[in-house]
């Protein structure tokens, strides 16, 4: 048998070598790589405005930071006509929207949901999400809820995590929150709930107010769901900036950031769970 040359062992192999280092990678997403998802090199837009008592404008000197700090792209708005740039919102990976009451537009909304539908980000927390345009019931179908009310006002509360093993709340343990409010809210029974709060209170009621009667009743307060291609994020905590402090709430609305970026580059995740089906 006529053996091969080893010159011709060198050059396929060196062949093999350059195919290895130089094979494309655009496409394959963090999660195929077995990696976390990150916000390096994601383009985000920042949209705040809306009720100044959930502080939007403060709320961009806390995250902006932190957000290009991981090396994300980040661009500010405070007009939501930002969502009618069909060439802005085609290359935006997330969407992060602090805008509590307020309307949007029929063209804006229409902007937005395409984006969204495209695989583009939504993700944002408290009323800057939970709470804006009240009168635009496809935008609360994209979230996944509304806000109703905050029984009793300002109150102690706790937080459960009842999803332990999804990464956005992984290695985290149940805690408290003081002198805030804890959200009621109407919710998408199919939504993928991460933590809830209880209201295990005897009464919930304001001075000079009727009682709220709801105790006993379980509220979800951090969630994730799809719309079509896009990702979306949401946490009903953050009344007052300085809820972040609490390492829990700031690890899980980062770590709610980057899985809502991933849309156009992950497989999508099934996150229908029917609250019905047992």
Known sequence: MQSIPHNYIFQKTLILITLLIFLPTHGISQNEQNEAPTLKGKNIIYVYGGWEGHKPTESVDLMVPKLRAEGAN????????VYKDEELMAETDLIIQIWTNGKIT??????????????????????????????????????????LFHPGGQIDHSIKIIDKSDPITQGLNDFNLKKTEQYYMLIDPNIKVLA????????????????????????????????????????????????????????????????????????????????YNK
């Open 106 to 147: 029929e063209k804006e909304f229409e902007g937005l949901e395409k984006a969204i539908m495209n695989g583009t980000g939504f993700a944002g927390w408290h009323g800057g999400l939970g709470d804006a345009f009240r009168d635009n019931l496809k935008y609360q179908f994209i979230v996944g809820g509304q806000f």
């Open 196 to 275: 809830i709060s209880e209201f295990d209170r005897e009464k919930y009621e304001k001075p000079k107010k009727k009682e709220n009667k709801v105790t006993g009743s379980t509220m979800p307060v951090v969630w994730k769901k799809n719309y079509g291609k896009g990702r979306i994020f949401y946490s009903s905590i953050g009344h007052h900036l300085t809820e972040f402090d609490v390492p829990e709430v700031m690890t899980m609305q980062m770590r709610g950031f980057r899985w809502a970026s991933e849309g156009k580059y992950a497989e999508k995740e099934h996150t229908i769970t029917p609250a």
């Open 74 to 81: 980040v661009k500010v708005f405070d007009k939501l006509s």
